[in-house]
């Protein structure tokens, strides 16, 4: 793919988030498939640091100072520091939606960088600008796997009945 149709299809991903997220009942985004696992307020939130403190500053990183050291991360850590099941849904839900249109409007800006430029991570060696703008437009897959399965469990649950005729999931 070339760097605009990736650009381009993050730009499609926000409206299939904002299709898959919108309207959930407070018990449907608090509900959790098992204990440890996130509902999805947890999800939108992680989407929304993500977004922003992730792989937007990452790929800007490394199309502009390649060689400066980049601010480390911690994901995991971001559930509690950030206290996402504090967050209000509806809020946080926009608060994405409105980055990733940041997002998109900065990387069409952005089409004809040095996308070739290489960050050296210090655990994962030498990365490109065009390989973390890869693994944004992964991560969106991952996320949509994620909630979709989340959706199905949820409803599998409410639902009781057998739902064996649907098709393997």
């Not at 018990?27 to 993500?50: A, G, N, Q, S, T």
């Not at 996308?115 to 655990?123: A, T």
Request: glycine residues 2%.
């Amino acid at each position: 793919m070339t760097i605009l149709q990736i650009i381009n299809q993050l730009e499609i991903n926000k409206e299939i988030f904002k299709g898959l997220l919108s309207s959930k009942s407070k018990d449907e985004y608090l509900w959790r498939p098992e204990p440890k696992k996130w509902c999805i307020l947890e999800i939108v939130c992680h989407l929304f640091d993500e977004e922003r403190d992730d792989f937007r500053a990452r790929v800007k990183h490394t199309l502009e100072t390649p060689l400066v050291e980049m601010p480390s991360i911690n994901p995991e850590d971001w559930v509690l520091e950030h206290d996402y099941i504090s967050q209000n849904y509806t809020d946080i839900l926009q608060a994405f939606l409105n980055e990733r249109n940041k997002s998109v409007i900065w990387l069409k800006k952005s089409v004809d960088a040095k996308w070739n430029n290489i960050y050296q991570h210090p655990k994962l060696g030498p990365m490109s600008a065009k390989l973390f703008l890869s693994n944004w437009l992964a991560h969106d897959y991952l996320h949509f796997r994620q909630i979709n399965r989340h959706q199905y469990l949820y409803f599998k649950e409410k639902i009781n009945i057998d739902l064996q005729y649907a098709g393997n999931w």
